[in-house]
Structures are given as C-alpha cells and as structure tokens.
C-alpha cells in the first residue's frame, strides 16, 4: 500500500531548483536538513509492525519512480525489503530511530548523502502541505525563514590589501535572495582579491550560482548540466548574461571548502576549479551531486529526499557525486582563510604598487605568516626584556609578555619573531624589542599599521 504524496514538482515549481530550494527541510543537504527538521519534533512517536511495512512500501515506490540510477532504486528496494522480512528493524521503535535507520541501510546501496528519509510533526507536515498546495503560499514561507538569516548572506568584509571576503552558508534561490546577492556581489565590486567562504555551506539552488558567477566570468558561461530521469532529458545552466553592477572577472578568486561543503556548494567549488578561474582552498568537500526532489507521506509523518538526476560538467563530463572537490591548497578548514588571504596578498604584492600600497600588503603578509607558523619566545628571554621603557612597560606573567602604556590595562604580546609582537587586542599595533651589542634591549619602537613609528629607550 503506498501513503505518499509526492510534492508538486520543484523543476515545474521554480525551474528545476535544486539540493536546497523552497523546501530547505527536505531537499537539503542532511546536516542541513537535520537542523531544520528538529522543529516540532517529538521524539516519543511509535513505529509499529504495520507502520514500518508501510513506510517500506512507500520508500520503495519512490524509488522506483524517481531515483536517478533505476537499477540502484530496485537494489535499495531489495535490500530494505530483506531487512523488514528478516525483522532486522523489530527492535526500532520510534519513527525517528526507523527513518534514521533506513535512511542509512538505502545509503549503504547508494552511497547517495543526498537521499533521505525523516520525520516530520503533524505542525511542519501541514506547513509543507499548504506549500504543496499553492506554491505561493511556499514561496511566501520560504522568503519568510531567509528574510531572518538574511539569506544565509553571513558575513561581509573589505580586508587588508583591498581584499574581498563573503561567508555564504547557504545558496538561497535567486527569486528570494538575488537583492541581496546583488547587493553584496556590489559590495565586493572594486576588490582586487575575493575570497568567498563555503565552509558551512550545506547546498542550495543553482540560480545563486548562476548569479554570483555571473560577476566573475566574462559572457554567458555554461556551467553545469544535469541529466533528468523522468523524461530522459538534459537541462543546461548558464551564467547569467548580465548583472547589475561591475564584473570581476580580473579579481583574484579564492573559494574555501571543507567537508561539511556539500551539494550546491561543490557546484560552484567543482565550476570554478574546472573553469580554471580560481583557487580551492581547504578540504575536500563532502561529495554530493545529485539534484533532489521531495515526497511527503503525510500518513506517515515521514518525507524523504529522492535523487532524481545527476550532474555534468560541460568540462569534466562528470561530476563530484561520492569524490567531492579536491583543494588545489590543503589544509584544515580552520586554516583556509589564512592559506587564502596569504596567498593572496603574495600574488598582489608581485605588482607594482606605490610605497604606500607595498606597507599595507607587506603588514598584512607578516602578520599572516606568523599566524601561520608561530613563534615561541623562551621564558629566559621574555624576562630579560621586562622594565620600564618611559611611559611603556613590560613584564612577564605566566610565562606570558604583557605590555601597557602609561597607567592603561595590560595586554599580551604575541611574538611575531623573537623581537617583534603583535597583539589581539590592538591589530593596528606592534612592539619591536631592539637589542644592544651585548643582546640586551635598549629601547622599544612602535610600528603602527598606517607606517607610523615611535620609540622609547629603557629606563638606565
């Protein structure tokens, strides 16, 4: 007996939206649609024997109708079926632990992240109906969850050596977030480096891709394909052939990744790479290409995530699904920016610039690669630089370098080398510590980040 009803189309809905559209809970990449979904939920609901044969057969109906590889959807089906007959999911009592389970036993066939089952309360299951329903009512909802995380638009910064930087941890479609994007892309306009953040970044629709590429390739660009089961048909994605504002197609790109980067995020990881008009910088991403659509089985208070196509890249031939997009800079996710931003400032400073500009760049570059590759200061010396210096002192505490000016708080220095520190809490500022001939410290020189210096010697 099959209790599903399958969601209107979201190609027919929105264009063939995919990985994360209007419905962020069920077509979203799992981390993400694991978060949405804790919304009402209630942990107690039983699954019983009749339940869990009929949730069986309306899984494996969907299967068969959608999912991408037919011959894949019949092995999933063969293996969750085997699974009820053998009573290998008796002991699961709550619909939550059964939608966990099957979720992963269609996995272990598939190796798909994309696919899912979950479950849905009785208040987000009539939520997702009225959307079904009419889908202006789901436009409406869906504008309303972005509006409040502004679209997933998380961060927005004009750096050092005129760099641009974008945290984006979602890929919101256009026809809710394009003012927006539009907005920030403008933002960026005038950078001379920008590296956009798609660390948290779980999927979303290829519209913002189409969009936010456009800014940065020069003409319409073909950028990915996906190829539909149902109706075996092809369907292209372009660059959009114009924007509103100025094009960066001579800037610098960085895009960093990790490995919770899935989905729509990998798209643009994956067209950048092959495009060759960037740089990958951090991990490799979590390996999930296939666009989803989405079934409810209101009955049931389950709905499911079914792929129901695959990528292809018009360069590659192929695409990211089960290997993700590998860095061209490897490092660990929390070390990305950093690897990005130097690399960056290092291809800008290799132009020639003015004395003025060459400062900004070489303050940022120094004060990244001691980030980067720390420095450690011993004890002995840290105290031999302690005293008074005029109106600036230091000392050691806890095996820390502390220094104040006048009667102000102190504050830590961090060594940048053995006589130079920097320090959090004034970024604009650094200490360099100058030794005599017989390695003693004379005196003390500020340096502040607009090339301005004063100095100090030691109290005699």
Same mark, same amino acid.
């Given at each position: 007996?099959?209790?599903?009803?399958? #969601?209107?189309?979201?190609?027919?809905?929105?264009?063939?939206?995919?990985?994360? !559209? +209007?419905?962020?809970?069920?077509?979203?990449?799992?981390? &993400?649609?694991?978060?949405? #979904?804790?919304?009402? *939920?209630?942990?107690?609901?039983?699954?019983?024997?009749?339940?869990?044969?009929?949730?069986?057969? %309306?899984?494996?109906?969907?299967?068969?109708?959608?999912?991408?590889?037919?011959?894949?959807?019949?092995?999933?089906?063969?293996?969750?079926?085997?699974?009820?007959?053998?009573?290998?999911?008796?002991? @699961?009592?709550?619909?939550?632990?059964?939608?966990? *389970?099957?979720?992963?036993? #269609?996995?272990?066939?598939?190796?798909?992240?994309?696919?899912?089952?979950?479950?849905?309360?009785?208040?987000?299951?009539?939520?997702?109906? *009225?959307?079904?329903?009419?889908?202006?009512?789901?436009?409406?909802?869906?504008?309303?969850?972005?509006?409040?995380?502004?679209?997933?638009?998380?961060? @927005?910064?004009?750096?050092?050596?005129?760099?641009?930087?974008?945290?984006?941890?979602?890929?919101?479609?256009?026809? &809710?977030?394009?003012? /927006?994007?539009?907005?920030? $892309?403008?933002?960026?306009?005038?950078?001379?480096?920008?590296?956009?953040?798609?660390?948290?970044?779980?999927?979303?629709? =290829?519209?913002?891709?189409?969009?936010?590429?456009?800014?940065?390739?020069?003409? %319409?660009?073909?950028?990915?394909?996906?190829?539909?089961?149902?109706?075996?048909?092809?369907?292209?994605?372009?660059?959009?052939?114009?924007?509103?504002?100025?094009?960066?197609?001579? /800037?610098?790109?960085?895009?960093?990744?990790?490995?919770?980067?899935?989905?729509?995020?990998?798209?643009?990881?994956?067209?950048?790479?092959?495009?060759?008009?960037?740089?990958?910088?951090?991990?490799? /991403?979590?390996?999930?290409?296939?666009?989803? !659509?989405?079934?409810?089985?209101?009955?049931?208070? $389950?709905?499911?995530?079914?792929?129901?196509?695959?990528?292809?890249?018009?360069? %590659?031939?192929?695409?990211?699904?089960?290997?993700?997009?590998?860095?061209?800079?490897?490092?660990?996710?929390?070390?990305?920016?950093?690897?990005?931003?130097?690399?960056?400032?290092?291809?800008?400073?290799?132009?020639? $610039?003015?004395?003025?500009?060459?400062?900004? +760049?070489?303050?940022?570059?120094?004060?990244?690669?001691?980030? &980067?590759? =720390?420095?450690?200061?011993?004890?002995?010396?840290?105290?031999?630089?302690?005293?008074?210096?005029?109106?600036?002192?230091?000392?050691?505490?806890?095996?820390? @370098?502390?220094?104040?000016?006048?009667?102000?708080?102190?504050?830590?220095? !961090?060594? $940048?080398?053995?006589? #130079?520190?920097?320090?959090?809490?004034?970024?604009?500022?650094?200490?360099?510590?100058? @030794?005599?001939?017989?390695?003693?410290?004379?005196? +003390?020189?500020?340096?502040?980040?607009?090339?301005?210096?004063?100095?100090?010697?030691?109290? *005699?």
């Amino acid at each position: 007996m099959r209790l599903g009803k399958r #969601m209107m189309s979201l190609r027919r809905r929105l264009g063939l939206l995919v990985f994360l !559209t +209007l419905f962020v809970l069920l077509a979203a990449a799992p981390c &993400l649609a694991q978060r949405r #979904m804790v919304v009402g *939920q209630d942990d107690s609901m039983p699954a019983s024997a009749e339940f869990k044969a009929a949730a069986v057969d %309306s899984v494996s109906w969907a299967l068969n109708r959608t999912y991408v590889f037919e011959d894949v959807a019949k092995e999933m089906e063969k293996h969750i079926r085997r699974k009820l007959k053998e009573g290998e999911y008796d002991e @699961l009592e709550t619909v939550q632990e059964f939608a966990r *389970q099957l979720t992963e036993d #269609m996995r272990e066939i598939s190796s798909d992240r994309h696919l899912g089952v979950q479950f849905m309360s009785d208040e987000l299951l009539e939520e997702y109906q *009225q959307g079904d329903e009419d889908p202006d009512v789901a436009h409406q909802l869906a504008f309303e969850r972005g509006r409040k995380r502004n679209f997933e638009f998380k961060k @927005l910064e004009i750096l050092d050596g005129n760099v641009g930087y974008l945290k984006l941890n979602s890929f919101n479609d256009t026809s &809710l977030s394009g003012p /927006t994007a539009i907005a920030a $892309m403008n933002f960026l306009g005038y950078t001379d480096a920008l590296i956009i953040d798609l660390t948290e970044n779980g999927g979303g629709s =290829p519209s913002l891709i189409q969009t936010i590429m456009a800014y940065l390739l020069d003409g %319409s660009t073909h950028l990915n394909s996906f190829y539909i089961r149902d109706g075996d048909s092809l369907q292209q994605f372009w660059s959009a052939p114009y924007v509103p504002g100025p094009k960066m197609v001579d /800037t610098g790109l960085y895009v960093l990744t990790s490995s919770h980067t899935f989905s729509a995020a990998e798209e643009f990881a994956y067209n950048v790479k092959n495009l060759e008009r960037g740089t990958i910088v951090g991990e490799t /991403t979590g390996g999930g290409a296939h666009p989803v !659509t989405s079934y409810l089985f209101p009955s049931l208070n $389950m709905g499911m995530r079914v792929s129901f196509g695959r990528a292809i890249n018009p360069v %590659s031939g192929t695409n990211w699904e089960g290997t993700g997009v590998a860095p061209d800079i490897e490092v660990p996710a929390d070390q990305a920016f950093d690897a990005a931003y130097l690399d960056a400032l290092g291809k800008l400073r290799e132009r020639d $610039m003015s004395d003025e500009e060459a400062f900004v +760049l070489d303050w940022a570059i120094q004060g990244l690669d001691a980030r &980067l590759n =720390p420095v450690e200061v011993d004890v002995a010396t840290l105290e031999s630089y302690a005293g008074d210096y005029g109106p600036r002192h230091l000392r050691v505490e806890s095996g820390r @370098l502390l220094y104040n000016r006048d009667d102000r708080d102190p504050i830590v220095a !961090t060594p $940048m080398t053995e006589t #130079m520190f920097s320090f959090d809490a004034v970024p604009y500022f650094r200490l360099e510590i100058v @030794l005599g001939d017989d390695g003693a410290p004379v005196k +003390l020189i500020g340096h502040y980040e607009n090339g301005h210096t004063d100095e100090n010697p030691r109290d *005699q």
